[in-house]
């Protein structure tokens, strides 16, 4: 069964390691131009202003910034409070790091079933890393039922997107036809 993780640090072909996004919400304004030029804690403050009035990116990037402690302290406890305020808001990569945070147990109790319902709001989007580690809950049947077939789908779609560990992963079920008709030529292309 998949262990979820926050980064993609363990080998794929396993279907075990899940990934967390490498770009910060995106949003045309001050908060986001100082994260972005390494002021994280004006960009803290700014952001800050923003969430009083209900800015889901903001919410977003504050969760940010406490979960990998630019600035201040690491503190996945406000991160994932950030998180779900953003995500409550409708803001996709809230939606997925919290969908990962529950998943591990990371700053939160460790809830599969919420981490599958976040991410599943998240993957609706497109968003290719939600996908893929929701095709991991269903492949592991954690979260989500265990389903094969909607695992390789949501997987072979990240894959599409570039997610290098997914073309892995969706390489190995062709070759172990799991979820998908065993393909060599498939899984050879996916793989390589």
């Given amino acids: 069964p998949a262990k979820p993780v926050a980064k993609a640090t363990a080998p794929a072909g396993n279907a075990s390691s899940h990934q967390k996004s490498t770009a910060p919400a995106s949003g045309d304004d001050d908060a986001y131009l100082a994260f972005d030029q390494g002021r994280y804690l004006t960009a803290l403050d700014l952001a800050e202003r923003r969430a009083a009035l209900g800015d889901a990116t903001a919410h977003t990037l504050i969760g940010r910034i406490f979960a990998e402690g630019l600035g201040v302290p690491q ?43 976040w991410l599943e709001k998240a993957a609706a989007t497109g968003h290719p890393l939600a996908n893929y580690n929701l095709g991991l809950l269903f492949l592991n049947g954690k979260g989500k039922p265990e389903n094969p077939h909607r695992a390789a789908a949501h997987i072979r779609y990240a894959a599409e997107k570039g997610v290098a560990t997914a073309q892995y992963d969706i390489g190995t079920l062709y070759q172990k036809g799991h979820g998908v008709e065993p393909d060599a030529a498939e899984a050879s292309r996916w793989i390589r």
Avoid: H
């Avoid at 991160?79 to 990569?93: I, Q, S």
């Avoid at 939606?95 to 945070?101: I, K």
């Avoid at 998943?103 to 599958?116: C, I, L, M, Q």
């Fill in 75 to 117: 503190n996945l406890y406000t991160a994932a409070n950030a998180y779900a305020r953003g995500a409550d808001l409708g803001d996709v990569e809230a939606q997925f790091a919290l969908g990962l945070m529950m998943a591990s147990g990371r700053g939160v109790e460790k809830d599969p079933a919420s981490a599958g319902v």
